[in-house]
């Protein structure tokens, strides 16, 4: 018997699954980060293998049998040169581990998940990214430079904006148009602060990016109930959303939308608030002209699926799947002229001449 593995690796947590030749999931764990710009290759590589030699004991795997195959879709993991560096780590520490590997970023576990021709998948967690695969493999990007140079749309922006507004109120330096004081009150009681200098460990020396991206939580329960402010922080991440999907719509390949749609995945818990996101996201859609519909779509299986599909594919064994049993709609999008489109179309009148 063959067994594949995969790995759903975030910033915060990952995922881990084992299939049998069937596709049939014979084991899975859960573990720690492994982004390895925020603990390094060595520490990433020990992670995997330590969830791995778990999975295998659930499962009832003998330590010495290595797996088939090993796909890793792990935030972070953009460049080859660095994805190399893991997988020469991982043979090198831990030869008995995997036949093979296949190394991608965590945007691509996410749309194989979903999809074997490509399409688009979205990010919105602890930080943000969008990516866009054609059917030809070919690939754009938009995002995932981390907080410092991006990461719009995510739970760290939006608990970094929600920090921002309110010292920028308090410094008389930019006036919030809605009452601060309900999101300085969750500003202090999640960071345990007593006075605005007490932020500024959090922000150098003691910065924790899961730890800060984790105000956003309470921040959507305060707009669930109402609070402006918090509720203005969720519009505007939906703008931003939006703008990362229209940055890319350029490089859609026609071969990708023949169907007339275009699968966009929709992965992390920001989407878990789409109620919050869902008007702006839409208006900020529909100041362009897009000719195919937009199918947002959340996977209900762990993205692991889809490294392990992706590690199965580069060992060339035909591992069994079913997308359908993948996924989930959470909102299509139409373009608004193109329903005005089809509407004169369908009630125009022959012309005389």
């Not at 925020?38 to 003998?62: H, L, N, Q």
Request: glycine share 10%.
């Amino acid at each position: 018997m063959k067994y594949f593995g995969g790995v759903e690796g975030g910033a915060t947590h990952s995922r881990l699954v084992i299939c049998d030749e069937s596709g049939q999931s014979v084991g899975s764990t859960s573990g720690l980060g492994t982004n390895h710009w925020g603990i390094g290759i060595p520490e990433c590589a020990r992670r995997i293998a330590d969830m791995v030699e778990r999975a295998k004991e659930e499962a009832g795997i003998p330590r010495e049998t290595p797996l088939t195959s090993l796909g890793l879709s792990l935030s972070g993991c953009e460049q080859e040169a660095t994805n190399r560096e893991l997988e020469q780590e991982l043979r090198t520490t831990f030869p008995d581990l995997s036949q093979s590997y296949a190394v991608s970023s965590d945007t691509m576990g996410s749309m194989y998940t979903a999809s074997s021709i490509g399409g688009m998948v979205l990010i919105s967690g602890t930080g943000s990214n969008c990516l866009l695969r054609n059917p030809d493999g070919s690939t754009s990007n938009c995002g995932g430079w981390g907080n410092f140079l991006g990461d719009e749309g995510s739970a760290w922006y939006i608990s970094y904006r929600a920090v921002k507004v309110v010292f920028d109120h308090m410094d008389n330096f930019e006036k919030s148009s809605a009452p601060v004081e309900k999101t300085w009150a969750l500003i202090k009681d999640h960071f345990s602060l007593e006075t605005r200098l007490d932020m500024l460990p959090h922000c150098y020396a003691k910065f924790d990016k899961p730890f800060f991206a984790n105000l956003c939580k309470k921040l959507a329960q305060n707009a669930e109930n109402g609070d402006e402010l918090a509720r203005g922080l969720f519009r505007e991440a939906g703008v931003h959303l939006a703008r990362m999907i229209l940055a890319l719509l350029p490089n859609v390949h026609k071969d990708l939308v023949k169907s007339g749609d275009l699968s966009v995945v929709c992965v992390g818990s920001v989407w878990s608030s789409w109620d919050l996101l869902q008007e702006a996201f839409i208006a900020e859609l529909s100041k362009t002209e897009i000719h195919f519909n937009l199918k947002l779509v959340r996977i209900t299986k762990s993205s692991a699926y889809g490294a392990c599909y992706l590690g199965a594919d580069s060992a060339e064994f035909d591992l069994p799947r079913n997308y359908a049993d993948n996924v989930t709609v959470l909102y299509t999008y139409t373009d608004p002229r193109k329903k005005a489109k089809a509407t004169n179309g369908v009630n125009r009148e022959p012309s005389s001449c």
